[in-house]
Structures are given as C-alpha cells and as structure tokens.
C-alpha cells in the first residue's frame, strides 16, 4: 500500500468552475499535510499546508483535513487556465518521513 | 537570490560515468534533501541531511552518495551510471525535518 494516494487524473475543469482535489494517506500518525503544485518542466512550489482537522483558506485555495478518515482535499474555486499544472499530496510521516503522492493532472479549459 | 540552486540543469552522460550534482541553499534551512522524480512523475525521496547528519536514506543504490561539506550545501554524486538513472533529480530544503520543503529548479540527468 502507497503511503500517499492520489487520483492521477486528468482532471478537466472548465474556467471559472471548482476543482477538487482528493488524497488519502495510510499513516494515522501524520501530523502534517502539504498540497505542492508543479508546472510541466519545472520544480514542486508549495500551495498549502494544513495540520488541524477542518478547512484552511488562502485565497482560491481552500485545504480541508479530516484525520479519522485519513483524507486531505484541496479545492480550488474560479479556476483558471494558469492552474492547470500538476498538483501533488505531501505527507509527513512517521519517523518524520515525507512522502509524496503521485499527483493529479489538473487542466482548466478556457 | 535564488533560495535554492542546482548546477547543472542538464546532464547528459555514458553509462558507466560517474558524475556530481551539487545543491546550495541561503535560506539558512537545517535540513536539505534529494529527490528522484521518475518519467511518470512520482517523486521519491532519496536522502535528506539535518545539520550534516544523514537522517534519512532509503532504499537507494549505493552507487549513490550525499556529501555536505556544510548546512548550505548538499551534492550528489553518482558512480557508475545505468539507464535507469536517467531522471529529474530535485534538491529541497526545509527549516526542520518535514516542514515544508522549498524546491530547486531540478537537474534533468539523461544517460545513454
């Protein structure tokens, strides 16, 4: 079993619409949770973090945590044609090991 | 300034060879770290040093070798290349172990 569990995608919204992105974790121990974006050909950046149960809003991003079923979302509201990129689930584990998902490709449509 | 670097960007090389890749940070992170991400895009996570210490190393050819000559830096270095080795290689860093974690630009490695 993966450590961090991603739908791969493609995930096609059009503009303007929701996006939501969905990770699920086996390590109930984890404390801490990341939502990375990653453009074709370039590096991770970070989006979000969040470490308590319930939403966490920046801006168009909104993280939503719920520990007892091991679920983390990311939702990402008027999508644009410049968030379709890949987005990746980072984990902390135990023992402090970080572990990535394998991402989902999101496209927006104009 | 760029937080983190990597040199060089591209690396194209026999089998066989042995090359370096090496990292600078001037965040002033504790912690840095290698990644392998693969043609399918997965992310893997190879080593991390916190205070020049090795605190993870998984399950990675030994072939493969970290050295940080100090907290700012950390290099890889490669012996004897193989086909598979052909990657992205990312190198991050972050304030502690598992905090959030700044990325390089990567280093795209092609062995022929």
């Known amino acids: 079993q993966k450590e961090v569990e991603q739908n791969s995608g493609p995930l096609s919204v059009p503009e303007g619409a929701i996006a939501s992105l969905n990770c699920t974790y086996s390590d109930r121990g984890s404390q801490s949770f990341f939502w990375y974006r990653q453009y074709s050909g370039k590096s991770p950046e970070l989006i979000m973090f969040i470490y308590s149960n319930g939403d966490k809003e920046d801006g168009r991003f909104t993280a939503q945590l719920n520990k007892a079923s091991q679920y983390v979302s990311l939702l990402i509201r008027d999508s644009q044609p410049s968030d379709s990129a890949t987005y990746l689930c980072?984990?902390?584990?135990?023992?402090?090991?970080?572990?990535f998902g394998t991402g989902t490709s999101l496209t927006v449509i104009p | 300034d760029t937080a983190v670097s990597q040199t060089p960007k591209y690396l194209v090389t026999q089998m066989g060879n042995d090359k370096s890749i090496k990292c600078e940070q001037n965040?002033?992170?504790?912690?840095m770290y290698w990644y392998k991400q693969d043609s399918k895009k997965f992310l893997k996570i190879m080593f991390s040093y916190n205070n020049k210490e090795l605190i993870i190393n998984e399950t990675v050819p030994n072939r493969f070798s970290p050295k940080s000559p100090d907290k700012a830096h950390l290099n890889l270095h490669i012996n004897s290349l193989e086909l598979g080795d052909s990657a992205v290689y990312f190198c991050?860093?972050?304030?502690?172990?598992?905090?959030?974690?700044?990325f390089g630009p990567g280093t795209r490695l092609t062995v022929l």
């Open positions: 965040l002033g992170h504790d912690t």
């Open positions: 991050a860093s972050s304030p502690q172990l598992a905090n959030t974690q700044y």
């Open positions: 980072a984990v902390n584990g135990a023992g402090n090991q970080f572990y």
